[in-house]
């Protein structure tokens, strides 16, 4: 679910400039981010069937939305301002190449600062927890 919302929430601030006038609606629709995400099981047996590794170490890491609400920080309060530009700069460095070859470069900062406040009100309402992190170690055979 979570990882849902987060695309959700992405799709609601391009849905924002759309209404704006800023982004054609023809170019959200045509914009599609196919995204999966495996399970520990999955990733096993596929390194298992593959044959050519050895697995010492499979784990999932489930991680804050926001870096700095973590467990260790148990006085973490939540700054929603800068919890949702936390968020949204993690997202940024992952897709803003992607999302400027198809919408162009001029759009990057608004949408980027829509997306932070709409992460920002999302995690002011639920504290959300999101499924990042797979590290696998291999050794080959």
Not at 70 to 75: F, R
């Amino acid at each position: 679910k979570d990882c849902c919302t987060i695309w959700d929430l992405f799709t609601k601030s391009l849905l924002d400039l759309v209404a704006e006038g800023l982004v054609c609606e023809s170019d959200v629709d045509s914009f599609n981010v196919p995204y999966y995400y495996p399970c520990k099981e999955e990733v096993r047996e596929i390194i298992e069937k593959e044959g050519s590794f050895v697995l010492n170490k499979l784990e999932i890491f489930e991680v804050n939305w926001d870096f700095e609400d973590d467990v260790c920080n148990e006085n973490f309060v939540l700054e929603k301002s800068k919890s949702g530009r936390n968020v949204a700069n993690c997202i940024r460095a992952i897709t803003e190449s992607m999302i400027a070859s198809h919408f162009g470069d001029t759009i990057i900062d608004d949408l980027f600062s829509r997306f932070a406040q709409h992460v920002g009100e999302h995690l002011s309402c639920e504290k959300t927890k999101y499924y990042v992190t797979i590290v696998v170690s291999m050794t080959m055979k």
